[in-house]
C-alpha cells in the first residue's frame, strides 16, 4: 500500500461542523505536509508539520503528527461551504541529497451548506 | 496557482502519437516535478529534476520523458510506448532541499493538463 494513506476516503458533514481526516504512513519522514485541491484544478498547500512538531495551528487548521504512531490528522473547524475539496497528505523522506515526496489517495470532503 | 503554468489545459493524443506536456516557473525554484493522477486517486510521481540539466525517475517514469534545458522549464513528453496515458497531469516546483535545514519543500503546483486518448 501507499505511503501516505488518509481515511476517510470520503467524509460529508454540514456546514459549522468539525471535519477530521487522518494519515498514516509507513517510514520514517522528515516532514508532513497537508495539501488541498479543488475538483480539476491542482494542489494548493495548507500545513507542513516537521518530525519533531506534534501539533501546528494555521487559521481553522489543526494538525497534529504522531511518529511513534507514524499519523496524522488534520482537523478543520467550523467548516464552511467553500471548504468542499478533497484533501491530501504528503511526506517527505530526504535521501541522498534528493527530496522524495509520496501523496496519499486524499480525502474527499463535502461540506453541506 | 502561483506562478507555475501548464498549458494546454486539455490535451488529445492519438494512437501511437508523441504528445508534450509543458510547464513554467517563474518562482526561481531549483526542484520541479511532474505527477499524474488518475480519477479518485493519489498523486503518482513520473519525473523530478533537481537543477537543470539532471532528472531522476520517479515511481512511474516507463512511458515518459523530461528534459531540464532550462531552470524555468520542465517539459513532459507522453510516448507511444505509454499504453495507458489518459490522466490529469500535474507539474510542480520548490526550493532544492537543504538536508541540513530538515527541508521545508513546500511544492507549487500548476493548474494541470488534461490527457484524453482518441
Known amino acids: 500500500s501507499q505511503q501516505g494513506e488518509e481515511d476517510p476516503q470520503a467524509l460529508s458533514i454540514q456546514e459549522g461542523e468539525n471535519a477530521t481526516m487522518n494519515c498514516s504512513y509507513k517510514t520514517s519522514i522528515n516532514n508532513l505536509q497537508w495539501y488541498r485541491q479543488n475538483s480539476g484544478r491542482g494542489l494548493v498547500h495548507l500545513i507542513l508539520i516537521r518530525s519533531n512538531e506534534r501539533e501546528k495551528h494555521s487559521g481553522r487548521l489543526r494538525v497534529t503528527l504522531d511518529t511513534s504512531k507514524k499519523s496524522s490528522s488534520l482537523l478543520i473547524t467550523a467548516s464552511r461551504a467553500a471548504d468542499t475539496a478533497s484533501y491530501f497528505c504528503a511526506t517527505l523522506i530526504l535521501s541522498g541529497g534528493y527530496q522524495k515526496v509520496t501523496f496519499g489517495i486524499g480525502t474527499k470532503l463535502q461540506v453541506i451548506p | 496557482d502561483g506562478g507555475i503554468t501548464q498549458s494546454p489545459k486539455y490535451l488529445f493524443r492519438k494512437e501511437g502519437q508523441n504528445v508534450t506536456l509543458s510547464c513554467e516557473q517563474n518562482?526561481?525554484?531549483?526542484?520541479m516535478y511532474w505527477y499524474r493522477q488518475d480519477p479518485g486517486q493519489g498523486l503518482r510521481l513520473i519525473y523530478y529534476s533537481q537543477i537543470v540539466n539532471d532528472f531522476q525517475k520517479g515511481d512511474i517514469a516507463e512511458g515518459y520523458s523530461v528534459s531540464r534545458e532550462k531552470k524555468e522549464s520542465f517539459p513532459l513528453t507522453v510516448t507511444s510506448a505509454q499504453k495507458n496515458p489518459t490522466a490529469f497531469y500535474l507539474c510542480?516546483?520548490?526550493?532544492?532541499?537543504?538536508?541540513?535545514?530538515?527541508?521545508?519543500?513546500?511544492?507549487?503546483f500548476g493548474p494541470g493538463t488534461r490527457l484524453l486518448v482518441l
Open positions: 510542480a516546483s520548490s526550493i532544492r532541499p537543504r538536508a541540513r535545514q530538515g527541508g521545508s519543500e513546500t511544492q507549487y
Open positions: 518562482l526561481n525554484h531549483d526542484a
